[in-house]
């Protein structure tokens, strides 16, 4: 990244896109997509309200999509949510190896034998 003040080569301000490690990247795409699946739910479940428009509807008809939608979407939400379990706890594992790593690797403290 060029000094503030100063242009890139290109003659405009130079553009570095921010780099997300995968697992991140992927971490945060998940907790978009759980945050959106109520929202789509209510879409879809607003649908039923359009299907007046050629003649009568059956009430078993709509229940029957209103039941598929909730079940897609229980099913939805529970893998969302594991992806999202599981990556918190590799995260948490990553972290506690790398901590008792630069715990062995520390000097003992002062006056110990070790």
Do not use: C
Not at 2 to 12: D, E, F, I, Y
């Amino acid at each position: 990244m060029t000094p503030p003040g100063r242009q890139a080569p290109g003659g405009g301000p130079s553009r570095r896109g921010v780099f997300l490690e995968r697992r991140t990247y992927r971490r945060r795409r998940m907790a978009d997509a759980a945050g959106l699946l109520p929202l789509i739910g209510a879409v879809l479940l607003m649908i039923p309200l359009l299907w007046q428009g050629g003649g009568v509807t059956k009430t078993s008809h709509v229940m029957f999509y209103v039941f598929g939608i909730w079940a897609l979407l229980a099913v939805l939400s529970a893998l969302v949510s594991g992806i999202l379990d599981h990556d918190r706890h590799a995260d948490a594992d990553a972290d506690t190896d790398t901590r008792a790593q630069d715990k062995n690797d520390a000097p003992p403290p002062p006056g110990t034998m070790g």
